[in-house]
């Protein structure tokens, strides 16, 4: 697993345009796992601080539930228009809630409603899905910690 300032070190023109996916727009879609082991997708806000990428959570919902259960999530940035500009991002790993000292760092750039859950995303794949600029082929980047940055192009 690794921390969003690894992934930025490791692939950095990738991390910049997956980046910007989260950024666009304010709500992605999150999947987490129910404790009977279903899929469960909620609506999310992503946050990028420190050398982190956060997800909050209001107190006790099922998605932050989920995730101090089974810490394994994957993430979606928001499609937008449909028109592919940017990219289609995607995350997984592993959410680690964040304790009151890293919550009190948290607050000194956000001021999310009391009380609240803060997870901190340790990556395991980010993927992103793009259209090739002469338009007749997908470009699907895929970066995973510690290895060489993978992209396929598919017609």
Request: proline residues 6%.
């Amino acid at each position: 697993m690794a921390t969003w300032r690894q992934f930025s070190e490791e692939a950095p023109d990738l991390a910049d345009a997956v980046r910007s996916r989260f950024e666009v727009t304010r709500h992605h879609v999150l999947a987490t796992l129910r404790r009977d082991g279903s899929p469960r997708v909620s609506g999310t806000e992503v946050e990028f601080h420190a050398d982190d990428l956060t997800v909050g959570s209001m107190w006790e919902a099922v998605k932050a539930q989920d995730l101090r259960a089974d810490g394994r999530f994957a993430l979606h940035s928001n499609p937008g228009d449909g028109s592919m500009a940017g990219g289609d991002a995607k995350l997984s790993g592993v959410a680690v809630e964040v304790d009151d000292e890293g919550k009190r760092a948290f607050e000194e750039h956000a001021s999310p409603p009391k009380p609240y859950h803060l997870f901190r995303l340790e990556l395991h794949e980010v993927v992103l899905t793009s259209l090739h600029p002469d338009g007749n082929r997908l470009v699907i980047e895929t970066w995973r910690p510690g290895r060489p940055l993978q992209r396929i192009e598919r017609r």
